[in-house]
């Protein structure tokens, strides 16, 4: 008669062994998981701020190149109270304003841009770009850095820097400026997300 094969199973060690490696590569895979996830998150974020940012500037840049401009005239446009097609101003807060106006025919358009301090929907402070915009003729450059809505949403971006630097740029027939905008941005809820953009801008002379 044959002996009967005796089975064996795991041993108590081999099974704390086996559960030990099982438990390391989990880990490991989970780390590398949750490592790729935040790296992908923040540069999503990254993207995100860059994204508005670029927006801003390009929607400051765009409007900025009609500064002056006066449908059918002879002459660049220039809003009541200024003395230039662009003005720089500083706030009361030691912020820059700048603005400018341009006239389609039938109506002004006055433009600024400015940042200053105000409240978000949680009531906290947080720096703003603020754009303002108005076709009343009643107003002059003493109302244009005032009323503004903010340019960037102001719940998740604050504004680092906003500033303005110009240079005159003559020729025999007229003088324009170059103007160097810089906006500065962070992300309020991870600061560390930040970015630093600026854009050249030569102003029209519409005579």
């Known amino acids: 008669m044959k002996n009967a094969t ?35 998150n923040q540069r999503s974020l990254e993207l995100l701020l860059q994204q508005d940012v ?6 400051l840049k765009q409007d900025i190149l009609r500064a002056g401009y006066q449908s059918g005239a002879s002459s ?9 097609i662009v003005t720089l101003s500083l706030l009361s807060s030691g912020e820059q304003c700048i603005s400018y106006a ?11 841009f400015y940042s200053q301090f105000g409240k978000d929907s949680s009531t906290a402070s947080v720096k ?22 903010s340019a960037l949403d102001q719940n998740q ?18 003088t324009s400026k170059l103007l160097t905008i810089k906006l500065a941005a962070s992300l309020r809820a991870n600061p560390s997300i930040s970015t630093a953009k600026s854009i050249q801008i030569k102003t029209r002379n519409w005579q």
């Open 6 to 40: 005796k089975n064996k199973g795991f041993s108590l060690i081999e099974l704390l062994i086996a559960s030990s490696v099982g438990l390391i590569a989990i880990g490991v895979v989970g780390s590398v998981f949750l490592s790729g996830y935040k790296s992908a």
């Open 54 to 59: 670029n927006d801003a500037l390009s929607l």
């Open 76 to 84: 660049s446009y220039i809003i009541s109270g200024a003395t230039d």
């Open 102 to 112: 341009y006239h389609d025919g039938t109506v002004q358009h006055l433009r600024s």
């Open 128 to 149: 703003t770009l603020n754009f303002y915009t108005t076709t009343s003729a009643g107003v002059n450059i003493s109302g244009a850095c005032k009323n503004g809505q």
């Open 157 to 174: 971006i604050e504004v680092k820097e906003f500033s303005i630097v110009e240079r005159a740029l003559s020729s025999a027939s007229a």
